[in-house]
């Protein structure tokens, strides 16, 4: 096959695009290991930016490690549940509940941080905790993990295999533990793969909830970026691709799976 | 228009042989049938046939005197109803039929003249302007067919055109499809792993297995004188019956049966409209299941032969499960078949 | 009734969760944006203003677009790659998707690294090419954004697509830009009306990337931002939220009804 000229024009498309998307992180990860990045390459590699990294900031990411974590836990104990509830009951008011919680995809983080801040603001006990914080992210990451589940119970004949379970003698919570969760474990899965990859870069509701003394990876980011040297705040950019990309590629390879499952 | 396929054969990219070299021709408005199991090569011939896939080096098919081996599929002027018809869904019923006049710049006037023909040919006047998109199965498969048809093509190409039906309309609208394909007069080649419907639309039928043609004939041709074990069996469902062959007689596990002077070697074949419950009958077995269809009975017999024997039996009373009974086969219904390409029978 | 029972409790810890955290708040945000002098006055005031009306013009300006610039260079690339298979084809698509997960401050900082003082391009010709702190800056964040999300929307539908529709334009002698206008357009059509809001909306209320740009472009979720913090103006910040919600919310909801899946957006 001869390429045509739209073929070749395509081409070039994606790969302008491919190189708009990736220089610029390219240029970042460089810069984080050069001397000085204005001297450019010639100034040598080190890894004393990324050393500078961790004495500045290794407390933001473990921080927003263990948010995760607890996010993960909340949005698990929360979400299965409900989107078990609401694929029992595919009704008009389910899909009004789930339409509610899908809220936060919607409305911008900045309007939703303000929000919260004007109800629990005063509450300073609350207000200066992590837990403020991570109601922000269970706020967000929330509709992520109801719906990768719902999915999943939608696509399979959760009625008849439940009442398979029950003529058998299982009760309600024996059928959601035997029945329900071993099925919806692909879902579970792309579900907590995406709350943890969100919760970890997410910037817009925490810069507003966080306070000086809880900064999480990306407010540390943005702190970096506003702050400090350009070589540093690479350095800190590249510890976040690390941390991130991986998650990425877990989270599309259990999404893809899930998706497979449902059709 | 005739249909020419030399030597056409198609080895996949992964190594598979979808089709070993297969010759064959269809003559000016013949109805041909391809007919064999899912993965014997039909579907894979009918795209070659269509463009949409490329014969491997030195198969050729030709249109005519047009070797149209090389012409990319919009260039090659055929019309192809698809297994899913892939109807557009983006247009109505007109849209969908006039798209092949259009994309040739039929003026406008012309396009409507032939459309209007061919949706009247196809019973479809009353749909014209409504989306496909609302459309009964029956009637987007006469959508599809008379879209494959209003450019007037050279060879029309029907992918299990039924298949998408449910049972009982595929029963009603094999008769009118074989109708409307005879209306058009156009060379077809139509793909089906369903034997009455090849039998019942098709001049000839071609049967294939595991990429190789079998046989190639009449309906009749086929069901009376199949030339391999896998053909009497595809065709008209015939049983082997395992015995001992000597001069003039078969011996069975239930009896003996007298063959012709004239009997083939190889093995014996009969089909199950051709075992007669017969209390003079030289045959005797035992009944062990006993079903009724439309019409008649269905009897499975063991100890006749190795494997059960399936009889149909008209009569309004039939034995039952456990009962030895005699049957009588006819000597002329008796096939004699010999594998001569080493397949499984 | 053990079932309906059991059903409602497991629906329980999703409806106190979002009574607290999500529906009170909301009403609060209300609450707040009208308990300045001009109660409801306020979203008058909002048209009435200038500054306001401008920002909102330019915002919904650039959002737009973002969303053609992203609608056109994704579905070039996605539909390239949906339909071509060769050697390096998968790196391609993982260099598309991978920005997926950066946040908006990242990718302010990426959008920095090229058109900033020290970027790439003023590198490459000195003193002339900075544009990372204008709206061409905040343009090109957006669209680094937009552009892996959009490519998998259109990439998921065009596996969706039966290919023998393509077959069937083409045994009906349809060229391949006939093919693309008349089969593959129409039939991703719902995709790309889904993805061109979800860009748009994004695009609206992104907050990260011009805040790490530090521009002077007023963009509404940066007017709200300096309101809030800097002017003290909470029933203005709060009105200009409520409007900005529901501005994205409402077109969000009229994209999912044209198709179920969207893809996950990110901070």
């Not at chain 1, 240029?27 to 050393?51: E, M, V």
């Not at chain 2, 005739?2 to 056409?8: F, H, P, Q, S, V």
């Not at chain 2, 009896?255 to 003079?280: K, S, Y």
């Not at chain 3, 300096?226 to 994209?255: C, D, K, P, Q, R």
């Amino acid at each position: 096959m001869r390429p045509s000229p739209s073929w070749l024009l395509q081409l070039a498309v994606t790969l302008l695009t491919a190189a708009f998307l990736i220089i610029p992180a390219l240029q970042s990860i460089l810069a984080g290991f050069t001397s000085n990045y204005f001297r450019g390459l010639s100034s040598g590699l080190t890894l004393k930016w990324l050393g500078e990294v961790w004495d500045l900031y290794a407390h933001s990411i473990f921080l927003s490690l263990w948010l995760a974590a607890a996010c993960l836990f909340f949005t698990l104990v929360i979400g299965v549940p409900a989107a078990y509830a609401l694929a029992r009951n595919p009704g008009r008011l389910s899909r009004v509940l789930e339409e509610f919680i899908s809220l936060p995809l919607a409305v911008p983080g900045l309007a939703l941080a303000l929000a919260l801040l004007q109800l629990y603001g005063s509450m300073s006990g609350f207000r200066t905790s992590w837990a403020f914080i991570l109601v922000g992210h269970v706020l967000y990451t929330l509709p992520f993990m109801v719906r990768a589940v719902l999915a999943v119970l939608l696509a399979m004949d959760l009625k008849t295999l439940e009442e398979g379970a029950a003529t058998l003698g299982a009760a309600p919570w024996t059928r959601f533990r035997t029945v329900v969760v071993p099925n919806a474990l692909p879902g579970i899965l792309a579900g907590a793969l995406t709350v943890v990859t969100l919760s970890i870069g997410e910037f817009n509701l925490t810069w507003m909830l966080h306070t000086p003394y809880l900064k999480t990876l990306p407010v540390g980011l943005a702190d970096s970026y506003a702050s400090m040297r350009l070589e540093i705040a690479s350095a800190y950019t590249l510890v976040f691709f690390v941390m991130i990309v991986p998650l990425l590629v877990a989270m599309q390879w259990a999404s893809d799976r899930a998706r497979r499952i449902t059709q | 228009m005739t249909l020419i396929i030399k030597n056409a054969s198609k080895t996949f990219a992964d190594g598979t042989h979808a089709l070993r070299p297969t010759s064959l021709t269809v003559g000016p408005g013949e109805i041909l049938s391809l007919l064999g199991p899912s993965g014997c090569g039909k579907t894979t011939l009918l795209r070659i046939i269509a463009g949409l896939e490329r014969p491997d080096p030195g198969g050729e098919i030709r249109f005519g005197n047009e070797d149209v081996t090389r012409l990319a599929v919009e260039r090659r002027n055929v019309g192809m109803v698809f297994q899913s018809y892939a109807l557009f869904p983006n247009m109505s019923v007109r849209g969908n039929v006039a798209y092949g006049l259009k994309v040739r710049k039929v003026s406008k006037a012309e396009q409507t003249r032939r459309v209007d023909e061919v949706l009247a040919l196809c019973h479809l006047t009353d749909y014209a302007n409504r989306p496909v998109t609302v459309l009964s199965g029956g009637q987007r498969q006469r959508v599809a067919l008379a879209r494959a048809v209003a450019p007037r093509p050279r060879i029309l190409l029907l992918d299990e055109p039924l298949s998408a039906l449910d049972a009982a309309l595929r029963d009603s609208l094999r008769d009118e499809l074989a109708a409307m394909l005879r209306q058009f007069q156009i060379t077809a080649v139509f793909v089906t792993h369903d034997q009455v419907e090849a039998m019942s639309i098709a001049d000839r039928v071609a049967v294939m297995s595991k990429g190789t043609l079998q046989q190639i004939g009449k309906p009749e041709e086929l069901y009376r004188n199949p030339a391999s074990p896998f053909v009497a069996r595809f065709v008209g469902n015939a049983m082997p019956m395992m015995g001992q062959r000597e001069p003039g007689r078969l011996i069975l596990k239930g009896g003996e049966l007298t063959l012709p002077n004239d009997a083939q070697p190889g093995q014996a074949f009969v089909r199950a409209e051709n075992i007669h419950l017969d209390p003079e009958g030289a045959l005797r077995g035992t009944i062990e299941t006993v079903s009724f269809s439309v019409g008649h009975y269905r009897l499975g017999i063991r100890d006749v032969t190795d494997d059960i024997l399936i009889a149909t039996h008209p009569g309004r009373q039939a034995p039952r499960p456990g009962d030895t009974v005699r049957l009588r086969i006819a000597a002329d219904d008796l096939l004699f078949l010999v594998d001569k390409n080493g397949q499984t029978t | 009734m053990a079932h309906r029972i059991f059903v409602s409790v497991c629906l329980l810890p999703l409806a106190v969760f979002s009574l607290a955290f999500l529906a009170l708040p909301l009403v609060r945000l209300v609450g707040a944006s009208v308990e300045g002098p001009d109660g409801w006055g306020i979203y008058l005031q909002i048209l009435q203003t200038r500054r306001y009306l401008q920002t909102l013009l330019q915002t919904v300006l650039v959002s737009l677009a973002v969303s053609a610039a992203a609608l056109a260079i994704s579905t070039t690339a996605g539909l390239f790659l949906a339909r071509n298979h060769f050697p390096g084809r998968g790196a391609l698509l993982s260099i598309l998707t991978l920005p997926l997960a950066f946040p908006g401050v990242v990718i302010g900082f990426l959008i920095i690294l090229l058109g900033g003082r020290q970027g790439l391009f003023n590198q490459l010709l000195p003193g002339h090419v900075v544009f990372a702190y204008s709206l061409t800056g905040l343009f090109l964040g957006y669209l680094y954004f937009s552009i892996p999300r959009v490519l998998l929307t259109v990439m998921a539908a065009a596996e969706k697509l039966d290919p023998a529709l393509e077959e069937a334009a083409r045994t009906l002698g349809a060229s391949s830009v006939r093919i693309v206008t008349d089969v593959i357009l129409p039939g991703l059509a719902p995709s790309l009306i889904a993805a061109g809001a979800i860009a748009f909306a994004t695009a609206m209320g992104a907050f990260g990337t011009a805040f790490t740009l530090a521009t002077d472009i007023d963009v509404l979720p940066m007017v709200i931002y300096t309101e809030f913090t800097l002017s003290a103006n909470i029933a203005m910040a709060s009105a200009l939220s409520v409007v900005l919600g529901l501005a994205t919310w409402a077109l969000l909801l009229v994209a999912r009804s044209f198709t179920g899946t969207t893809v996950a957006a990110g901070g």
